[in-house]
Nanobody, 126 residues
Framework: QLVESGGGSVQAGGSLRLSCTVS???????????MGWFRQAPGKEREGVAN???????NYAASVKGRFTISKDDAKNTLYLQIHGLKPEDSAMYYC???????????????????WGQGTQVTVSS
């Protein structure tokens, strides 16, 4: 089970830290895995924001590079997304996801992921 938290309503330029706690699945017991953050705005397709592999290598969408930072705490089985410089176009439901026995690349899309959270809403006002 993946549970996201940390979303909210903020003004443009603000910051948020999203968390995704994993239960029932100890990721570090797998020889390889990837976790990612995705977002979906109303009427739009779900898009990848950032992902991180078991070896801490990361990938970011071009639209968020320099503003978003993905990280994980293996001891806490938790994934994070630190967001700075929020823009109205960042408003969306944010989802975390995980896939096992795989490495993510910059082109890894939502179809590749096995486990999903329910999402946390981020709303940015101008």
């Amino acid at each position: 089970q993946l549970v996201e938290s940390g979303g909210g309503s903020v003004q443009a330029g603000g910051s948020l830290r999203l968390s995704c706690t994993v239960s029932g699945l100890t990721l570090t017991t797998y020889r390889s895995y990837c976790m990612g953050w995705f977002r979906q705005a109303p009427g739009k397709e779900r898009e990848g924001v950032a992902n991180i592999n078991w070896d801490d290598s990361t990938n970011y969408a071009a639209s968020v590079k320099g503003r978003f930072t993905i990280s994980k705490d293996d001891a806490k089985n938790t994934l994070y997304l630190q967001i700075h410089g929020l823009k109205p176009e960042d408003s969306a439901m944010y989802y975390c996801a995980a896939k096992l026995y795989a490495r993510c690349s910059a082109s890894s899309g939502p179809a590749n992921f096995e486990y999903w959270g329910q999402g946390t809403q981020v709303t940015v006002s101008s």
